[in-house]
């Protein structure tokens, strides 16, 4: 009876993990072998007897001499959350990898095509073992909050083993990379060394598509290297979660529920689901969602922030903290979970809370700007312009080409009344969020178009800036601010009648806006002031004179 | 109206071609379930007798696409018919030739309608914010089809994507794309008359691009008689009942409506009776009939008629309004804007119901309530020279003359031709001090026709205060000689006239005319006492020819006399409250 006759078959397949500690128990009783013991451990690592697995590698003393052991002995730390002990396992492991072999094998790592088989299925493993030591000492850094070192470990990982999707993933969904290092990193793996031809490219693409979506729209479609995938769930995710950045929301949630259709639960198409949801203000469907998933998940961290964010899109701000941070404390490293903390606060105007919140996540996620952009914004909303600006331009570092940055950054040179610079900051930002699209703008951009036409008018070009507000006019009809800030111009043109008339339609709709009033007022005894009695022609008053008329 | 359009030949009718449109009008509307559209053309059709070609009525054998989505499309239009209207979009989702896209949208398009309809708060104030998702999803997905110069947008897409945009009040696009529509399938009324909501001035109509097309004539009819040009409207109205129309009630509605809005109020009647006997179970346009009969203060017919239209239908917006006017004349003003409120929550857009209760809310003197529901009324159509007025009475109230002076001013725009809208402003003037534009205004609502004959006085009464006293003295006479003889009961006013004259004439030693104006006064009771010590005065100075000193010292108090007079009438709000009585506020709709 040996290991790899049973034992694949009774446990991967089967999961009849308790036969088969029962019968491994007996092996080792019987053969004492490097790989029985090895295996015996593994089935306990199955079972979550973590410590029993170490204590059984350690007292054979295995550990010191072979990797793959430890390696087992520190992913049993690592489930226990013994962050250090685990370290201090792998530490005895030297870092520079000898190519001495080992003889044990290892499940966690497949066969590779490009391994030389030196002794069979036996040796086919060492280098599995250390990308997966890598990945592991990776994944203890970052929950030891050691992010840079950690983002060092995960890269190691994959320029080991350019197939190690786990690290390659959690060095993307986690944000540690701006675009360009992700960039980088994909560029410098040693695909051609390690892929048969003309796979190297499926999977540089299939890495692409994964990328930082967060810093410059572009057009959402499927790249042709990955044509033959077209149909594939994560890549037809990749352009969802593009549209969800280009602000193509309806798009977007068009794919989401098709993917979920076919996959309710899958994990990577959830958060963006959940984000267009909220996005579309569609609170029913969340709710259900959110029930669903915290149903079947009650442990992960994503149910807990589905709900979360049907608290806040119904604005039960107190109760969406409160499960926004159980989803942070089930996931520390859960970027979006923190922005939504960070959120529910700015929205009840409680703007210190709210950068508490946004610093932290742009601790987690450091290679995305979205955090300090907020930061930004917070601090430009309690009339400190000077930081924001500071965290606008940090942000501006991470992702240059970022449209809502630039547009950002012009509201602040616009507030110091750098006309001109404002003015260039919202065209390139319009240009960016252009580049995409050849149709219309989405509505999300209305403010910038509004903001283009503020400019125009502080700079005198009135007939600019209204062209400006009614394109803003027509990407969100019916909004009280663009018929007020049509009618100042109007009024600064010297065309009452029609200020008038704007000003009407602003109060019509908000009813409480004291600078519309104002200027209402004014407008109108200016009007009134010049305004003809009766029709444009003036008629002159013709009366019979002097002939007494009384009979 | 040759300045503002061409008007189609009215003279040669080609009345088995107009026949055969209105046919396939009826059909192609009612395929596409825009079935207001459907009844007028039947309703014309209907009315002539004209021999067709069968032929030509043919249908046009819709295209592959079509059959392939034939039973999506009659599944729809069943859903449609059953007020089902998510569920017909929802049928035709995939759903891409002409027509079933087109009941697509329209289905969606109604679903958000009558959602809103339905989720209206019952109170007419607007707390909640405008929520436009999918009339904003409708518009982007008609934009995108409209640029697709393949499969671009039929006549009837583009009316769907018109209505939306004009809902979403991006006007100059919705027309641009109206007038699109109309120019690739004429015989879609219901274009035309969305098109018609939408041109609010001449030079609208001026600019547009339209075909020519018998159809036309009937839109322009539509839009003059909008426009206050009731002249040419009656005439191409009455060159269809020529035509061989004199059957069909809406044109002789139109006529009504028309001799309503031209004050022609005798024929206005006769119309509305004659359209009665017609088509007795007709309701549409009995709104107006209401307001006629109130204003002409008729209470057995309005009583009749509200009778009439409450057995014919009792939840209809047109007879909540027939006895919301039935109950405001009776002065049960709380009533009144009961039946009002029902009517607008029938149909929130229906802008009688939205001034008419504002009225209401005047006579109730509550003023917010009453701008709230004037504003409305002008959301729905800034046309509306009615609601224009009521703000301006209510800001007169309110005390605030520039506000007040804009919408009268708006309304007097809109009604070039009414003394009723020009005396207002008038007023407005003289109490920001502004006299000589009052004056013109006030000569203004003279020369048009002064249905109130009270535009003399008021011209007078500023003379007077300016001291023009030539001018003042002609005003006054003129004044006189206009209401002497008719059985004028404002004896105030007369009383007033008659003093001013007589000091006038004694100041300038005319005796007779001075003591011929002092007699009168002395009959009237606010100027008895004072009229005798006149006629005194005027004795002993005929006597003595008149030293100038003495003259000099009646002049003055003369003067002060009628600057007290004039001061009094100014500041008086009893007046200005006064003239909130229905009948001045409710002169022709």
């Known amino acids: 009876m040996s290991g790899e006759t049973w034992l694949p078959m009774s446990v991967p397949d089967k999961h009849h993990y308790e036969t088969a500690i029962f019968w491994a128990d007996k092996l080792v009783a ?120 950690a983002a060092d470990c995960y890269r190691e990982a994959l320029r080991l083993d350019v197939y190690c999707f786990e690290a390659f993933d959690l060095l993307v969904s986690h944000h540690m990379l701006t675009a360009t290092e992700e960039q980088d990193v994909i560029d410098s793996l040693p695909f051609d ?147 939504a903390y960070g959120h529910t606060f700015g929205m009840n105007n409680d703007h210190d809370q709210a950068m508490a919140a946004y610093f932290t996540a742009s601790q987690i996620m450091r290679g995305c700007h979205l955090p300090v952009l907020y930061i930004g914004l917070e601090y430009g909303l309690t009339n400190n312009a000077k ?66 036409g503020h400019v125009a008018r502080k700079q005198r070009r009135y007939q600019e800036a209204l062209d400006y507000h009614r394109q803003a006019l027509l990407l969100c009809p019916q909004s009280a601010s663009t018929y007020s800030a049509i009618a100042f111009v109007y009024a600064l043109m010297g065309n009452h009648a029609d200020a008038v008339n704007y000003f009407h339609k602003a109060l019509g709709l908000r009813k409480d806006d004291t600078f519309s009033t104002t200027m209402l007022t004014s407008s109108m005894e200016a009007l009134m002031a010049e305004i003809s009695p009766c029709d444009g022609n003036i008629e002159i008053q013709m009366y019979y004179h002097t002939e007494d008329l009384i009979n | 109206m040759a300045d503002v359009v061409d008007l189609p030949d009215l003279t040669s009718f080609d009345i088995k071609k107009i026949k055969t449109d209105l046919i396939i009008s009826q059909r192609e509307s009612y395929e596409r379930r825009l079935v ?14 004209a021999t067709i070609d069968k032929k030509e009525l043919q249908q046009t054998e819709d ?69 436009n998702e999918i009339l904003k999803t409708l518009q982007t997905d008609l934009a995108a089809k409209c640029s697709n110069n393949k499969a671009g947008l039929d006549g009837y897409g583009l009316y769907v994507y018109g209505v939306v945009l004009a809902k979403l009040d991006l006007k100059q696009m919705a027309i641009q794309i109206l007038v ?47 426009l206050q040009l009731q002249e040419e409207a009656i005439n191409i109205y009455r060159a269809f009942m020529r035509g061989g129309f004199c059957d069909s009630s809406y044109i002789v509605a139109q006529i009504a409506v028309t001799y309503n809005d031209m004050k022609d109020f005798v024929m206005a009647v006769a119309t509305f009776q004659h359209l009665q006997v017609m088509d007795p179970y007709r309701i549409e346009n009995m709104d107006t009939f209401s307001n006629l009969l109130f204003v002409q203060e008729k209470r057995e017919e309005l009583a009749h008629l509200a009778h009439k239209c409450c057995t014919v239908n009792k939840y209809c917006v047109e007879t909540c309004c027939v006895i919301g006017n039935y109950y405001s004349l009776r002065s049960q003003h709380e009533k009144a804007i009961l039946y009002f409120q029902r009517a ?27 701008i709230q529901a004037y504003r409305r009324a002008l959301e729905v159509d800034e046309r509306d020279y009615r609601a224009w007025y009521g703000l301006g ?148 100075r005929r006597g003595q020819e008149g030293p100038c000193a003495m003259t000099s010292m009646q002049l003055d108090t003369s003067i002060d006399g009628i600057a007290q007079t004039d001061q009094s009438n100014q500041g008086s709000p009893p007046r200005a409250f006064e003239r909130v009585t229905p009948v001045n506020l409710k002169f022709t709709p």
């Open chain 1, 30 to 149: 019987v053969s004492d072998a490097v790989e029985d013991v090895f295996w015996y451990a593994q089935t306990m690592y199955y079972t979550g007897q973590y410590h029993r697995a170490i204590h059984l590698l350690t007292s054979r003393k295995l550990i010191k001499a072979y990797p793959a052991c430890r390696y087992l002995a520190a992913k049993c730390h690592y489930e226990c959350k013994e962050w250090q002990e685990a370290l201090n396992v792998l530490d005895m492991l030297d870092m520079s990898f000898t190519r001495a072999s080992s003889t044990l094998n290892t499940s966690l790592g497949q066969n590779l095509p490009t391994q030389d088989d030196k002794e069979g299925g036996d040796a086919a493993l060492l280098r599995n073992c250390d990308n997966s030591i890598c990945l592991l000492r990776g994944r203890i850094y970052e929950a030891m909050d050691n992010r840079s070192l």
């Open chain 1, 193 to 339: 060394s390690q892929c048969p031809p003309g796979e190297a490219e499926v999977i540089k693409g299939l890495y692409q598509s994964r990328t930082k979506k967060y810093n410059c729209p572009q057009e959402a479609v499927i790249p042709e290297v990955l044509a033959p995938l077209a149909d594939n769930l994560d890549v037809i995710v990749s352009t969802a979660e593009q549209h969800l950045y280009n602000c193509n929301f309806r798009a977007a949630h068009k794919i989401t529920t098709k993917v979920l259709n076919q996959d309710p639960y899958n994990s990577q198409c959830l958060p963006i689901h959940i984000a267009v949801l909220v996005e579309l203000k569609q609170s029913n469907d969340l709710f259900y969602l959110s029930h669903k998933l915290v149903d079947s998940y009650p442990d992960k961290c994503i149910s807990w922030f589905a709900v979360g964010c049907y608290y806040m899109l119904t604005e039960n701000y107190p109760f969406a903290r409160w499960y926004l941070s159980k989803a942070t404390t089930l996931e520390r490293a859960h970027g979006p979970s923190w922005l």
């Open chain 1, 387 to 452: 930081l924001a600006e500071r965290f606008f331009s940090e942000a501006r570092g991470i992702a240059p080409t970022d449209p809502f940055v630039l547009h950002e950054m012009g509201v602040i040179h616009f507030g110091n009344g750098n006309l001109p610079e404002a003015e260039r900051l919202f065209r390139k930002a319009l240009s960016h969020v252009q580049a995409c699209t050849n149709e219309m703008l989405e509505e999300r951009w209305e403010p910038l178009i509004n903001n283009l």
């Open chain 2, 36 to 49: 207001n559209a459907a009844k007028w053309a039947a309703e014309l059709s209907q009315a002539v007798v």
């Open chain 2, 63 to 131: 295209d592959e696409e079509f059959w392939e989505e034939y039973d999506a499309y009659m599944l729809a239009k069943s859903y449609f018919d059953l007020k089902e209207f998510d569920r017909a979009h929802h049928t035709l989702r995939h759903c891409n030739s002409p027509k079933p896209y087109f009941l697509r949208m329209y289905s969606l398009y109604m679903a958000d309608q009558k959602k809103k309809a339905d989720n209206l708060p019952d109170s007419n104030d607007r707390s909640e914010p405008l929520k």
């Open chain 2, 180 to 226: 699109e529509a109309v120019n690739k399938a004429p015989l879609n009324w219901a274009a035309w008359t969305e098109l018609a909501k939408l041109v609010t001035d001449k030079e609208i109509l001026r600019s547009l691009q339209l075909p020519n097309h018998w159809i036309k004539s009937l839109f322009l009819a539509k839009v003059f008689s909008e």
């Open chain 2, 344 to 370: 607008l929550k029938l149909n929130a857009n229906y802008i009688s119901a939205w001034t008419l209760m504002g009225h209401e809310y005047m006579e109730l003197k509550n003023t917010s309530a009453a």
């Open chain 2, 393 to 540: 009475q209510t800001y007169e109230i309110l005390k605030m003359p520039s506000y007040s002076l804009y919408y009268y001013r708006r309304a007097q725009a809109l009604r070039p031709n009414d003394s009723r809208m020009v005396i207002p402003l008038g007023e407005c003037y003289q109490k920001m001090d502004r006299l000589q534009e009052a004056k013109k205004c006030f000569w203004k609502a003279h020369c048009i026709g002064d249905v109130e004959e009270i535009a003399l006085f008021k011209l007078a009464n500023l003379f007077a205060i300016l001291e023009e006293k030539d001018q003042a003295c002609q005003a006054y006479t003129e004044y006189i000689n206009q209401t002497d003889g008719v059985n004028s009961h404002n004896y105030e006013d007369l009383s007033r006239s008659y003093w001013y004259l007589a000091n006038y004439h004694l100041e300038h030693k005319n005796w007779d005319e001075a003591y011929a104006a002092a007699q009168k006064c002395t009959e009237f009771a606010e100027t008895r006492e004072q009229a005798k010590g006149l006629l005194r005065t005027i004795q002993t």
